[in-house]
């Protein structure tokens, strides 16, 4: 983009406040309980298909963590209408792609197809809903695929492991503490009578969203989905009874000893989501403060800390207001060659102070909420980021347009907003710090992150 097209994008966004002009979501809902979504894009003869379940890490009790991710492998493993593999080949033959991916609240499955394949999308995803095969040898070979996926990702990942550690200590009581991949000793104690009641009791119709973005006729979608989705019976659901984190009554500090090059640090504080905000404004300002320290390299975390005083090589922050429960808002990154963990942590929190403390001011707010606003545009021209706002925010239990308004939210934010939750939310009773200490490497280096066929987020 030139210089002189960003400015004008700049003076559009921080002018009147932005409408989008996105196509009308059609829903309906079967007579067993599945809600489709579907919205039209017609820029190109291609279809999204989204179909998301209500159930992931923070569904799972103790002694089971790791199932909701365990069985997020095994749905691609075969039903007796199409053997293990096949589902994979058809969407491939098809020109299509496929994967699925699990979080703390859902796991869903996608496929990106030409718009006249949509049927063979639904047909593949209606089979394998209810009628899972479920092989014990499936079972413990997929098992041992994860249990390595957890040794290449977590263990041999220095500061992915300190992650882990960070949040079992933030988290007392909210299964927000279990790790989505679980914990090592339960990936390799599920049987497969565990998945077999996990899967019969969350994969149905009724425990579902299925999302269609694309050149499509909702008509047609409707029409298909009773074809494919309608004959298959709902399951009697049982959700489990969220587990409030209890009340933080004091700084909590971690240290994590591990092979690693470089040391690492990370801070987060308890926070509030859409879910679960007193103030409805909360989290928007919350999302502002965000770029406000990580927005770019003119960001203040780049700005002060990396290139200003040199206390990092690397820092950021990052917040979620998408989330069943409460999260948190992380600072973190890795002193500078030459400069402490505990300098990198004294600078982390006086930025945060300074929040506390000090108003924005107007110009500073102007450039972020304008970032963030060109951000939300952008992200619109994409069908796959169009269908996954509609099913993440459907399936943490928010309707599928709450964010409808997002763009005015953020700009209606003030300074004084921004203080407020900087006051209230980033304190250090709400705190918990997590200090990675390099022990030696002994010759050994830490592997780069495997590629895996599908993901955790």
Known sequence: ??????????????????????????????????????REDRRAPVVVSQIWYKVGSSYEPS???????LLEHLMFKGTPEVPGGEFSRLIAANGGDENAFTSRDYTAYFQTLEKERLELSFR???????????????????????????????????EALTQEQFLASAYLTSAYRQPIIGWMHDIQAIK????????????????????????????????????????????????PKTAAEIPQQGERRIVVKTPAEVPYVTLGYKTPTFKTAAQEWEPYALDVLGGILDGGTSARLSRNLIRGSQVAAGAGAGYSPIARLDELFVLAGNPA???????????????????????????????????VVAAEVYQQDSMFYQAMRLGTLETVGLSWNKLDDYVQRIQAV????????????????????????????????????????????
């Open 337 to 371: 060659p030459g400069r402490a963990s505990a300098e990198l942590e004294q600078a982390l929190r006086a930025e945060v102070a300074r929040l506390r403390e000090d108003l924005v001011s107007a110009d500073e707010l102007a450039r972020v909420v304008a970032q």
């Open 63 to 69: 002694g089971l963590t790791g199932i909701s991710h």
């Open 124 to 158: 593949l995803e209606a089979d394998r809903m209810r009628h899972l095969s479920l092989k014990p040898e499936d079972v413990v070979k997929e098992a041992q695929v994860v249990a390595e996926e957890r040794r290449l990702r977590t263990e041999d990942q220095p």
């Open 1 to 38: 983009m030139t210089a002189s097209l960003h400015a004008l994008l700049l003076i559009f966004l921080l002018g009147a406040p932005v409408a989008f002009a996105a196509a009308p979501v059609h829903e309906f809902n079967l007579a067993n309980g599945l809600k489709v979504l579907v």
């Open 414 to 457: 003030t300074p004084e907003q921004i203080r407020d939750v900087a006051r209230n939310y980033l304190i250090d009773d709400r705190l918990t710090v997590a200090t990675l200490e390099p022990l030696p490497l002994d010759g050994r280096r830490p592997k780069p992150p495997a590629a895996m066929d599908h993901a955790i987020r």
């Open 192 to 239: 497969p009578d565990d998945l077999r009641r996990w899967y019969q009791q969350w994969y149905a119709p009724n425990n579902a969203t299925l999302v269609v973005v694309g050149d499509v006729d909702p008509a047609k979608v409707r029409e298909l989905a009773e074809k494919y989705f309608g004959p298959l019976q709902p399951s009697e659901l049982a959700p």
